[in-house]
């Protein structure tokens, strides 16, 4: 079976850079994984950041930028705002049209 | 503006069949560059992809929901169906509908660009 596996939590200083990974527990992530990360508060819809390893949606701040770390997927940060503390979600598409998220990163900025 | 808008029961009983639409505004859900997802995510959990349809009708699955998923289109009302059979504890979850964007030609899907609010449902006697 599959799993994405990404860090339950991380924290972060305000104006400071973070990093969140996004692996496979069967091998090596890379480009062809489309990998996207997606930022969620509480009570809301997820809100998609980065498609296809490091494009960015529409509207997304330039502090967010995605991209491949060894073998896993990454999501950094730089400049960390308050309003950045969420749930961070990182999904692969492994073919055949299927796609696989995982259990997503708690970010506290402190 | 595109728009999603997920509607159905927000409680079930465990053993019945889960009905839930997503109605598209503000774009044709005819369109060819994109497939059209059902998502949910249960309390506290982290989100699961369910499956997609593509206008045409062609559809994939989760491989571990597949036995009792079935996700159709009705391209004349401009939305999009999912029934989920043998409910249990388990599939309690808010439940929510997406338009994917697919590469011109090969069709792959490779971004989740618009959401619906989402829609909770409850299974419980």
């Known amino acids: 079976q599959t799993v994405v596996t990404q860090e339950p939590s991380f924290a972060v200083s305000p104006g400071g850079t973070v990093t969140l990974t996004c692996g496979l527990n069967?091998?090596?992530?890379?480009?062809?994984?489309?990998p996207s990360w997606f930022q969620q508060t509480p009570g809301q819809a997820p809100r998609t950041l980065i498609y296809t390893t490091n494009s960015r949606s529409s509207g997304v701040p330039d502090r967010f930028s995605g991209s491949i770390l060894g073998n896993k997927a990454a999501l950094t940060i730089t400049g960390a705002q308050a309003d950045d503390e969420s749930d961070y979600y990182c999904?692969?598409?492994?073919?055949?049209?299927?796609?696989?998220f995982g259990g997503g990163t708690k970010l506290t900025v402190l | 503006q595109l728009q999603l808008q997920e509607s159905g029961p927000g409680l079930v009983k465990p053993s019945e069949t889960l009905s839930l639409t997503c109605t598209v505004s503000?774009?044709?859900?005819?369109?060819?560059?994109?497939?059209w997802g059902w998502i949910r995510q249960p309390p506290g959990k982290g989100p699961e992809w369910i499956g997609s349809?593509?206008?045409?009708?062609?559809?994939h699955y989760n491989p571990s929901l597949s036995s009792r998923v079935t996700i159709s289109v009705d391209t004349s009302k401009n939305r999009f169906s999912l029934q989920l059979t043998s409910l249990a504890a388990a599939d309690t979850a808010v439940y929510y509908c997406?338009?994917?964007?697919?590469?011109?030609?090969?069709?792959?899907?490779?971004?989740?660009?618009?959401w619906g609010q989402g829609t909770l449902v409850t299974v419980s006697s």
């Open positions: 503000g774009g044709s859900i005819s369109s060819s560059d994109c497939y």
């Open positions: 997406a338009r994917i964007a697919a590469a011109a030609g090969s069709l792959r899907p490779y971004y989740f660009k618009y």
């Open positions: 349809i593509y206008y045409t009708g062609n559809t």
């Open positions: 069967s091998g090596s992530v890379s480009v062809g994984y489309y």
């Open positions: 999904a692969l598409y492994m073919g055949n049209g299927i796609w696989v």
